[in-house]
T-cell receptor, first 118, second 114 residues
């Protein structure tokens, strides 16, 4: 079945450091790929997405490129801020009909806790 | 209101109580979901309603009972819960067809079972 594997956390960085959170996936066909972010006490928010190979999703200084050859979707940011402290989830979406479902099933990674210090 | 709204945001209940969580989406979507988020565990999909078809995770105990009266509203009825059911319960919605499969989440209902 489909699966998403994220790098183990927690990740602790100083402000303005470079961030990479690795994400690899296993899926049949051509899934869409997502990064979600969860700030303390809140639900998950979509950070960025990519729907086909070589697409680059970007938002708020974060970027991730859909690499089909390496089945990866690593999240990067050139200069993190204290306000980026949150939990980051990589996810993939199989289209309706895949695996016998009638809905688009979203599979999440386990989440990576990021803490940024001033 | 916009997006996905969940009430209550916080709930404390005893093991013999009966309570309900409510979710409402204002996005015109036709699929709604309940997820459970426990500390140090992956997000767990509990139930899906897609075009009024209910799909459930067979590992969800019967003390959790979903209800979806229409495409905009979703409930999770709770009864005789256990302390290990304490968690953040997240509601989400999506467009079943024509979209990229992304989910839109509410802010969650934090449940504590005493």
């Amino acid at each position: 079945g489909d699966s998403v594997t994220q790098m183990e956390g927690p990740v602790t960085l100083s402000e303005e450091a470079f961030l990479t959170i690795n994400c690899t996936y296993t899926a049949t066909g051509y899934p869409s790929l997502f990064w979600y972010v969860q700030y303390p006490g809140e639900g998950l928010q979509l950070l960025l997405k990519a729907t086909k190979a070589d697409d680059k999703g970007s938002n708020k200084g974060f970027e991730a490129t859909y690499r089909k050859e390496t089945t990866s979707f690593h999240l990067e940011k050139g200069s993190v801020q204290v306000s980026d402290s949150a939990v980051y989830f990589c996810a993939l979406s199989a289209p309706p009909g895949a695996g016998g479902t009638s809905y688009g099933k979203l599979t999440f990674g386990q989440g990576t806790i990021l803490t940024v210090h001033p | 209101e916009t997006g996905v709204t969940q009430t209550p945001r916080h709930l404390v209940m005893g093991m013999t109580n009966k309570k309900s969580l409510k979710c409402e989406q204002h996005l015109g979507h036709n699929a709604m979901y309940w997820y459970k988020q426990s500390a140090k565990k992956p997000l767990e999909l509990m139930f899906v309603y897609s075009l009024e078809e209910r799909v459930e995770n067979n590992s969800v105990p019967s003390r959790f009972s979903p209800e979806c009266p229409n495409s905009s509203h979703l409930f999770l009825h709770l009864h005789t819960l256990q302390p290990e059911d304490s968690a953040l319960y997240l509601c989400a919605s999506s467009q079943r067809t024509g979209g990229t499969g992304e989910l839109f989440f509410g802010e969650g209902s934090r449940l504590t079972v005493l």
